[in-house]
Nanobody
Framework: QVQLVESGGGLVQAGGSLRLSCAASGRTFSTYTMGWFRQAPGKEREFVAAITWSTYYADSVKGRFTISRDNAKNTVYLQMNSLKPEDTAVYYC?????????????????WGQGTQVTVSS
């Protein structure tokens, strides 16, 4: 099991940027598929981005968000630029061993506690 702790959320104006971090425990971090998901009030949890040996993005964030990882630090990042009010949500990082179905939250076993991102208009 992987322990995940997110940080970096906050309040930002539309057009601004934030970088989320997710620190993971465990010696085999580099073998995990890492994903970012978000959940807005009254909505289902949705896929944002994932990183295996490649990177994958939801259409709604493509070109604005960048996922990356530093295996030496056991950390995955989500750089969010050109933020919009509709990006407001609790953002979660998650880990899974398989690289398939990277955009399905049901496939992820381990989750962080979430970090709030609020974008004001």
């Amino acid at each position: 099991q992987v322990q995940l702790v997110e940080s970096g959320g906050g309040l930002v104006q539309a057009g601004g940027s934030l970088r989320l971090s997710c620190a993971a425990s465990g010696r085999t971090f580099s073998t995990y598929t890492m994903g970012w998901f978000r959940q807005a009030p009254g909505k289902e949890r949705e896929f944002v981005a994932a990183i295996t040996w490649s990177t994958y993005y939801a259409d709604s964030v493509k070109g604005r968000f960048t996922i990356s990882r530093d295996n030496a630090k056991n950390t995955v990042y989500l750089q969010m630029n050109s933020l919009k009010p509709e990006d407001t949500a609790v953002y979660y990082c998650a880990a899974k061993l398989s690289s398939t179905w990277y955009n399905d939250p049901r496939e992820y076993r381990d989750w962080g506690q979430g970090t709030q991102v609020t974008v004001s208009s």
